[in-house]
């Protein structure tokens, strides 16, 4: 059975809750989540990890450790993958910086369907036709 969205009673960073339920379809409306990718996070970095890793060092090891209630040694431990990463760190992380970055990557890397990727390829068409056009003319074969 298909899972349907509705709207939950709760805030996540001022926005409502959106929840799903798979129990019924009676009585709930459908509502599509759009979500706008930074272009090129799916490639950006190889895993999770490696994306939490960057949003924390460019925080501050220390800091971010004392904000998510972790000892910093720890934190990096799990950062360069000696020890697991526990998730409910990042939803900390997430939840005290306001930063989705670690949940925006996962969603672009297992989200992104064909036609989203088509729509990205064809809106790049006119500023890679505007460079080609520049570069013929440096070339000289634009006269």
């Known amino acids: 059975m298909a899972a349907r ?6 805030h996540f960073y001022g ?3 959106i929840t799903a ?8 409306s ?5 979500l ?14 490696e994306c939490f890793a960057a949003c924390v060092y460019g925080r501050g090891l220390g800091r971010v450790a004392a904000a998510i209630d972790a000892q910093p040694s720890n934190l990096s431990a799990m950062l360069s993958g000696e020890r697991n990463l526990d998730t409910a760190l990042i939803e ?21 369907d064909a036609s989203t990727l088509q729509q990205q390829a064809l809106a790049q068409i006119p500023a890679l036709m505007a460079d080609l056009q520049r570069l013929i003319v440096a070339a000289g074969g634009g006269r």
Do not use: V
Not at 5 to 10: A, D, K
Not at 30 to 34: D, T
Not at 37 to 45: T, V
Not at 94 to 107: N, Q, R
């Open 5 to 10: 969205l509705r709207e939950g009673s709760g």
């Open 15 to 17: 926005r409502p809750l």
């Open 21 to 28: 339920d798979k129990t019924t379809n009676r009585g709930l």
């Open 30 to 34: 459908m509502q599509q989540l759009a």
């Open 36 to 49: 706008t990718f930074e272009p090129g996070l799916a490639n950006k970095y190889k895993d999770l990890r």
């Open 92 to 112: 900390r992380y997430m939840a005290e910086f306001k930063d989705t970055t670690p949940a925006l990557f996962m969603a672009a890397k297992w989200l992104t």
